[in-house]
């Protein structure tokens, strides 16, 4: 059997002694470096597990199965079976984008070791729903179009979309680092890993959570409308919604401060 | 007849009755929404070995757990160890074992191993109470599990045929040139899509000899040298290879055109035909 530690390239950091554990899960096409400037603020009172999604980062590229990781409960047995084999318990996880969904699916299957959970831009689906009034913010030909253009040009979409997903202006620099994060993924794991992210719903199980839930939505989000937070907040119980001052779908990179002021009230 | 030999006659007879005109991928959750009813359990469901790192959750019930993804070694492992055959626990181990995650709740279970080509399989059951599971109660299960491998062999060589036809159709639609095959058998016939455009057919795909022949003499009739086109057709059909290449069909309307015609006999073991091949000249 493969090394977990080699699989998730996984990093343990932070106070090894504390009895807390907060595990930062990463969103599509970026890796556990995104939280780097989150960690610091935390370390001295948790035990802090960094890792990276199969597919992505410096994971094990022999561990991505197209079948695997068709849906996302692939990353979800991942998530559980990473916490198996560290024997992990009182779990704050921390899931940005997919991960959010991830963390809150890992804890449905596996009551009582998550203790809270942080939603940065996360969403239960990003289809469009109008048969129950769902506003997810893309519509299927947006979605075929977005997996035609990944598809005949992996390159020239990743700076494009890197360039909207981030929505920093003024600093460029981020969304070239996010392109350049992209790129670094296999093309044809990427289009297969968006797939299974852009088509996913798991609104159903929204209901079922019964931990607090902190979620982060930021302004003017391409993957995550504001209608989407409205809905996670309405449907999970015992959630609470903070909005963070600044634009685009990675605010742990763009306002790290104001992540961690939402994380430090909430935890 | 002990009501476990019923239940057995039940889930044959059902699963016979089964509507074959409806999409064969809910022939097997049929079956096991069968198995649901008749053995009253309080989980089912199916639990597919996609490659080596996928074991995934199907036709479950509760439909929650569809799609839970399982690592496959540690199952397969359990079915080794038991020489792959039916696995009864009127007492489900309290841990150490493979499927842990889904039988949590749960008094008595039974793992149904399905071994078909391409992919294997397990049917799970499980009930809150427990269970006792005597030789008729087992018999029933083996005798079913018999007609469950037949399902489900039956599904997957159906759902293999369906891929197939559609990534070959996707490909020949896809060519430029109109094709048209006309089977000697006198029955059946195809067209892609261009031929379809280029007979004015209602659509491309399957097509009677006939129809086709009759499209195909009107789309001569339209040409500008259907006396030259009657002559080289002549000599096909005289000649010993069979075949054209080369052969120009010429339109005058609704624009003016030409075709290079091909046409091929086209024979293997299953299939005896003719394949017309008809490709746009330019300029």
Redesign the interface.
């Known amino acids: 059997?493969m090394d977990i530690f080699q699989k998730h390239n996984i990093h343990i950091v932070g106070n090894l002694e504390s009895p807390k554990t907060l595990i930062f899960g990463h969103g599509f096409g970026l890796d556990q470096t995104c939280f780097q400037y989150i960690i610091p603020a935390f370390a001295s009172d948790f035990k802090i597990v960094l890792y990276d999604n199969v597919g992505g980062g410096m994971s094990d590229i022999n561990?991505f199965?197209f079948?695997?990781y068709a849906?996302i409960?692939?990353y979800?047995?991942d998530l559980?079976?990473l916490i198996a084999a560290l024997n992990l318990k009182d779990i704050i996880y921390v899931g940005h984008s997919v991960s959010g969904m991830i963390g809150l699916l890992a804890s449905l299957?596996h009551p009582g070791i998550f203790e809270r959970l942080v939603m940065i831009g996360s969403s239960p689906r990003y289809l469009d729903d109008p048969s129950l009034d769902y506003i997810g913010g893309f519509d299927q030909p947006a979605l075929n179009g977005f997996y035609d253009a990944m598809e005949s040009n992996f390159h020239a979409w990743a700076a494009g979309f890197a360039t909207m997903a981030m929505n920093q202006p003024g600093r460029p620099e981020l969304s070239a680092a996010f392109a350049n994060s992209l790129q670094a993924i296999r093309a044809d794991i990427a289009v297969a890993v968006a797939r299974s992210i852009f088509q996913l719903d798991h609104r159903?199980?929204l209901k079922n959570v019964n931990i607090p839930v902190l979620i982060l939505q930021t302004a003017d989000d391409i993957a995550v409308p504001a209608a989407v937070s409205d809905y996670l907040e309405s449907n999970i119980p015992y959630s609470t919604r903070v909005k963070v001052y600044t634009t685009g779908h990675f605010p742990q990179i763009s306002a790290p401060e104001e992540v961690i002021s939402g994380m430090q009230s909430f935890l | 007849m002990t009501s476990w030999e019923s239940k057995a006659l039940s889930f044959i007879n059902q699963t016979s009755r089964w509507d074959k005109d409806k999409h064969i991928s809910s022939f097997l959750t049929f079956s096991i929404n069968l198995l649901k009813n008749l053995f009253q359990t309080n989980i089912t469901l199916q639990i597919e070995f996609?490659?080596?790192?996928?074991a995934?959750v199907k036709n479950a019930s509760p439909t929650?757990l569809d799609?839970?993804?399982?690592?496959p070694?540690p199952i397969r492992k359990l079915l080794y160890s038991n020489g792959f055959k039916t696995i009864y626990w009127q007492s489900i181990p309290t841990a150490g074992h493979a499927l842990k995650?889904l039988l949590q709740a749960f008094s008595s279970a039974i793992i149904i191993p399905l071994a078909t080509e391409p992919t294997n399989s397990i049917i799970l059951m499980g009930w809150s109470e427990p269970m006792t599971f005597n030789n008729s109660f087992q018999e029933c299960v083996e005798t079913i599990r018999l007609r469950l491998k037949e399902i489900l062999t039956y599904s997957q060589q159906q759902q293999h045929f369906q891929k197939v036809a559609s990534r070959y159709a996707a490909i020949m639609h896809t060519i430029p040139h109109a094709l048209i095959f006309i089977n000697n058998d006198g029955f059946s016939g195809w067209v892609n899509q261009p031929a379809a455009e280029l007979l004015h057919l209602s659509g491309p795909g399957e097509q009677l000899p006939a129809i086709l022949s009759d499209a195909m003499l009107q789309l001569r009739s339209k040409t500008t040298n259907a006396a030259e086109i009657y002559q080289e057709a002549m000599r096909l059909f005289s000649s010993q290879q069979n075949s054209i290449t080369s052969w120009e069909w010429k339109f005058a309307s609704p624009e003016e055109m030409s075709y290079n015609v091909t046409c091929l006999p086209v024979l293997s073991q299953q299939v005896s035909g003719r394949l017309w091949i008809f490709e746009k000249k330019q300029g």
């Open positions: 059997m561990a199965s079948h695997r849906t409960d692939g979800v047995t559980t079976e299957r159903h199980v | 996609e490659d080596e790192s996928t995934r929650y799609d839970m993804v399982l690592d070694e995650d």
